[in-house]
């Protein structure tokens, strides 16, 4: 029986099928690199979805960021929906690391807030892996970064079995070895109670309760029961309870490990004090010591991490384990958007070595502390296999690992790479705004875009600075045209506001900078115009010219207008591909006899459940004391969270955020 069953409607089609063929013909040959170049709506996913069911192997696949790599474990979910497709990534909601600068003299202390719910799929994920083969982990760069031993964690599994001999003494003894904490109050993911007779735990991956009937001095029952409702969902003749934290230390190499950080710490006092750095020396002292009390006392203390080596066992310059160590030995790894994803994973050590060396140079952490960190370039390569890379615009790396890349440039539904128009800027004397306005490129721009609006479209413009987008969109609105901008500094949830209503018609043009590239799927996009696309640099590279055109290729009327004064390389090289794949797919289209048609997707899709959560919690919030719970603000309480789990299963972190925010006010209301 095949370990993945792939469950869709659609088959293979355009240059799907010839791709499909040709990856699992490298793989099977036991290529080690290959690149997957699919254009924009030719269906990458898809495509890799069918060579990961043929294939049969556990499979990476790592996104550059976190709402990316939310997107694609949904997807693979609906396409594997009988397999385990689960979701790594960091588990803070907000980090800011610890750090020094020297130029200020200040000392800025880690401060993280970690997200419950996403520690608890990154448990579900470790475990799948140590359990399973059929198993698919989409993860964002986090899955390079330290994490406990695999060895360990698995070592110190718990199997408890229906008509063992088994005390609530023993059993409790037995979940705090296993970093679980115990409670009075309600359970939350690595916690559990004592009742009676009755033991009840709540798994660190799972959020249902394991009930335990220990009458008699055995275990009579096992039951999960839903953590909610309390309904049993089901009784178990045996279960396994893994550990509740990642980082899993046996008593014994604790004390070894502690013995290790004072030898270190009296050889680096004698370094800093030779060198005359008496205060460095001393503020090493003092928080070495109180962090070694600290453990020694509670096994834990604030940033235990930055002694990882130590507990680890590791020598100088040792790897840490990461995601990486719990997957088997031949599992394949897929970088999506390698063109980011994989300069990211080459970025990370330098930047965090860099830090740490500063915090070591004075006096705030040992020198083992940079110990803690992600994965080299080098090493990541040393624990991955075979790889696919998919990308729309291949980078220089890519290409010398892989050779010539797997096209899919022909898409399902026909549709051809916009048209390419290049027009001159006509600049001014000074650019930017002047008493008449904007001249040349964006008076041109504004005639083009009410005519696409005159026909129900939108159009896209993209500037190269957020204060251009500001301004721009500000002289939009003053002519009467309905305009809006994001940016970085517009927040995620006000941003996927801003895409819904874009979509929906509230507004017709789409002002933005490097937003406007990777990942936005806008169907309603008739015209994309690139303000200054002369001026070389990141935001007006060949890729990022390539991937901001591609916003057009979702709509059959696509058309792209570039504002240059001269054809720079990255142009040239630009709208030269372009052109190459639009013949393609044209000669394809005329041979198929197709009609190109606009991808339709329901407006919906952008924003999900999370404008139907919001209008249900204002109606639910209004109501709360008339009718709708009767009264109980207990029993809103509970179904509250019920949902903010749901989302955060379906990995809607933005839903799970504001029904988060909502429960804050009803338990504010309740103390009131």
Known sequence: MPVFKLESSYKPAGSQPQAISALLKGIKSGKRDQTLLGVTGSGKTFACANVIAKHGKPTLVIAHNKTLAAQLAAEYREFFPKNAVHYFVSYYDYYQPEAYVLVTDTYIEKEAQINEDIERLRHAATQALLTRKDVIVVASVSCIYGLGSPVEYEKINLKLTKGEQMTRATLTRKLISLYFERTTGDLSPGTFRALGSRVEVMPASRRIILRLDLSGGKIMKIEEIDATTREINAAHKATFIFPAKHYVTPKDVVDAALTDIEAELKERLKQLNDAGKILEAERLKRRTRQDISMIREFGYCNGIENYSRH?????????????????????????????????????????????????????????????????????????????????????????????????????????????????????????????????????????????????????????????????????????????????????????????????????????????????????????????????????????????????????????????????????????????????????????????????????????????????????????????????????????????????????????????????ATLEGRKKQ
């Not at 080098?378 to 290409?399: C, I, M, S, V, W």
């Open 311 to 663: 507990f680890d066992r590791r020598k100088s310059g040792e790897p840490p384990h990461t995601l990486l160590s719990y997957f088997p030995k031949d599992f394949l790894t897929i970088i999506d958007e390698s063109h980011v994803t994989v300069p990211q994973i080459g970025g990370m050590y330098a930047g965090d070595r860099s830090r740490k060396n500063m915090l070591v140079e004075h006096g705030f952490r040992l020198p083992s502390a940079v110990d803690n960190r992600p994965l080299t370039f080098d090493e990541f390569l040393k624990r991955t296999g075979q790889t696919l890379y998919t990308t729309a615009t291949p980078a220089k790396y890519e290409l010398e690992k892989s050779g010539k890349p797997v096209e899919m440039v022909v898409r399902p539904t026909g549709l051809v790479d916009p048209e390419i128009i290049v027009r001159p800027i006509v600049t001014s004397s000074r650019s930017g705004l002047d008493e008449g306005g904007y001249t040349g490129q964006v008076k041109d721009f504004i005639t083009e875009a009410e005519a696409v609006t005159k026909r129900g479209g939108r159009s896209m413009v993209t500037v190269l600075t957020k204060k251009m987008a500001e301004d721009l969109t500000q002289f939009l609105v003053e002519r009467g045209i309905k305009a809006r901008y994001v940016h970085s500094g517009v927040q995620t949830i006000e941003r996927i506001e801003i895409l819904t209503d874009f979509r929906k018609g509230t507004f017709d043009v789409l002002v933005g900078v490097n937003l406007l590239r990777e990942g936005l799927d806008l169907p309603e996009v008739e015209l994309v115009g690139i303000m200054d696309a002369d001026k070389e640099g990141f935001l007006r590279s060949e890729t990022s010219l390539i991937q901001t055109m591609g916003r057009a290729a979702r709509n059959v009327n696509g058309r792209v207008i570039l504002y240059a004064d001269q054809i720079t390389g990255s142009l040239e090289r630009a709208i030269g591909e372009t052109d190459r794949r639009r013949a393609v797919q044209v000669a394809y289209n005329k041979k198929h006899k197709i009609t190109p048609k606009t991808i339709e997707k329901r407006i919906h899709d952008i924003v999900g459940d999370i404008e139907r959560t919001r209008k249900r919690a204002v109606s639910d919030l209004a109501r709360m004391d008339v009718s709708l719970y009767g009264g109980d603000k207990a029993k809103l309480t509970r179904e509250k969270r019920r949902q903010m789990h749901d989302a955060a299963d379906r990995l809607d972190f933005e839903t799970a955020a504001l029904i988060r925010d909502e429960l």
